[in-house]
């Protein structure tokens, strides 16, 4: 497997750094390919330049490549990437990352060829271990609350100090805070920020309100 920087010390790397920078990761499923430079102005409006289009509807790949194109200063990746050839389509949007909602060696083996990070889903030692062993440094820990939550991942993070984690499934602004203070957490990924009928009903300003409320919880989580 080549060498890919991206994928390693979540202390140094790029991906880990934007990441960290962004706290959040909104998770994004979207039917109409016209509303990605919307709901990415939206974010950026509300302080997050960070987003994650799932590849849960036929328009995921049109709306990264819209963004990539049309909002320059968005750190946009794929997600709900579950096939070797969801990895080719989502290089080829543009894609500055990848996350899969688990470690399958097929996803993570082609994302490694196509050099594009990707942050697998691991929610046990053993999985996090083998997405580690292919040389993956950040795992997407899910599905976070129903897997044990904070407690858990604090248990977690204790062994792996040299993963990042971006906890993901049942984050909102209640506990997001949490969420940040365990060590090893790089952002928390999570639907609560961009919510499908909003997307649905063109209501740009509850995207930006959401946005801007996580991006002040990340800011407290950084200075404290
Ligand atoms: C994902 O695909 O990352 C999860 O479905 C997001 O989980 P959430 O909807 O609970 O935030």
Redesign the pocket.
């Known amino acids: 497997m080549p060498d890919l920087d991206l994928h390693r010390d979540p202390g140094s790397t790029g991906l880990a750094d934007m990441l960290r920078a962004a706290g959040v990761v909104p998770?994004v499923e979207i039917d109409d390919a016209a509303m990605a430079l919307p709901l990415a102005a939206a974010l950026l409006d509300g302080g997050i330049a960070c987003v994650?289009i799932?590849f849960?509807t036929g328009a995921a790949a049109e709306a990264i490549a819209a963004i990539r194109r049309g909002v320059p200063g968005m750190l946009v990746g794929a997600?709900?990437v579950l096939s070797a050839d969801q990895v080719d389509v989502a290089r080829e949007a543009g894609a500055a990352f990848l996350?899969s909602?688990g470690s399958g060696p097929a996803v993570v083996r082609r994302a490694a060829e196509a050099g594009v990070p990707i942050i697998p889903g691991a929610c046990t030692p053993t999985e996090i271990q083998a997405a580690r062993d292919a040389g993956c440094r950040l795992v997407?820990f899910?599905?976070?609350?129903a897997a044990g939550g904070v407690a858990y991942l604090r248990a977690l993070s204790g062994p792996f100090r040299d993963v990042g984690f971006v906890p993901?499934?049942?984050?909102?602004a209640s506990n997001l805070a949490a969420y940040l203070a365990v060590p090893g957490v790089v952002a928390c990924?999570?639907?609560?920020l961009v919510r499908r009928e909003w997307i649905a009903a063109g209501d740009l300003a509850s995207i930006t309100d959401a946005a801007h409320a996580a991006a002040a919880i990340v800011a407290a989580a950084r200075a404290g």
Not at 189 to 192: A, Q
Request: glycine share 22%; charged share 25%.
């Open positions: 998770v994650e799932t849960r997600g709900t996350v909602p997407k899910f599905p976070a609350e993901t499934g049942g984050i909102d990924g999570g639907s609560w």
